[in-house]
């Protein structure tokens, strides 16, 4: 069974710039995170899908951040601007039932 | 206070030693919990559920107290291989959320 996909692997940008980073779920699972995961903490959630319906999105930076998942498989998530405190990891996930499954996850510097 | 708190290490032991993590939660309302394993620069992957009566997977025992809001992963005869980042999970609310602890770190050291 193929993975949890993402895109870019990597991506270093300048404050205030604009990056998305997109991500395919493994195939029929209905509920989609996104996290970001800051060095030397825990992944945070920042939005959850269920199909193409936002379920929790209260910890999304909303000036900035924004996601979307149109017909219910892919996202992408997207940051404009850009600050320096937005170097991460960004992991998107997706569930079954009982499990979530991470992908590799995007890792963002911002300079 | 964070809704799930762990001792951040790092724990360095020799190989076959037991050691032991622990993690508190805030919320009492808290249905599900679990341990996840994160390796340098990877993505956390599911270790184990933790259940009331505690359970066990080989060398790996978890334990929940849901009395005092505390979850325990005693890893046994550690392996260079477990050497990790263990992260403490929470499960809350209708909408299957998971929250994330910061991580104990574990190097396993020959």
């Known amino acids: 069974e193929a993975g949890v996909a993402q895109s870019p692997r990597y991506k270093i940008i300048e404050k205030r710039q604009s990056v998305a980073f997109w991500c395919n779920p493994i195939?029929?699972?209905?509920?989609l995170y996104w996290y970001q995961q800051i060095l030397g903490q825990g992944p945070k959630l920042l939005i959850q899908?269920?199909?193409?319906?936002?379920?929790?999105d209260s910890q999304l930076p909303k000036d900035r951040f924004s996601a979307e998942r149109l017909k219910g498989v892919d996202s992408t998530l997207k940051i404009q601007p850009a600050k320096l405190e937005d170097s991460a990891v960004y992991l998107c996930?997706?569930?079954?039932?009982?499990?979530?499954?991470f992908g590799p996850g995007t890792r963002l510097t911002v300079l | 206070r964070k809704e799930v708190e762990q001792d951040p290490g790092p724990f360095n032991v020799p190989e076959g030693a037991t050691v032991a993590f622990n993690c508190t939660y805030s919320?009492?309302?808290?249905?599900?919990f679990f341990w996840y394993r994160q390796d340098c620069r990877k993505e956390p992957k599911l270790l184990m559920s933790v259940y009331s009566s505690g359970n066990e997977d080989g060398r790996f025992t978890a334990q929940l107290n849901r009395a005092s809001q505390y979850i325990s992963l005693l890893i046994r005869d550690s392996k260079l291989s477990d050497s990790a980042t263990y992260l403490c999970?929470?499960?809350?609310?209708?909408?299957?959320?998971?929250?994330f602890g910061s991580g104990t770190q574990l190097t396993v050291l020959p």
């Open positions: 195939s029929g699972h209905a509920t």
């Open positions: 919320n009492s309302a808290s249905q599900s």
């Open positions: 996930a997706s569930s079954s039932i009982n499990e979530q499954f």
């Open positions: 899908f269920q199909n193409n319906g936002v379920v929790d």
């Open positions: 999970v929470v499960h809350s609310g209708s909408a299957r959320q998971l929250t």
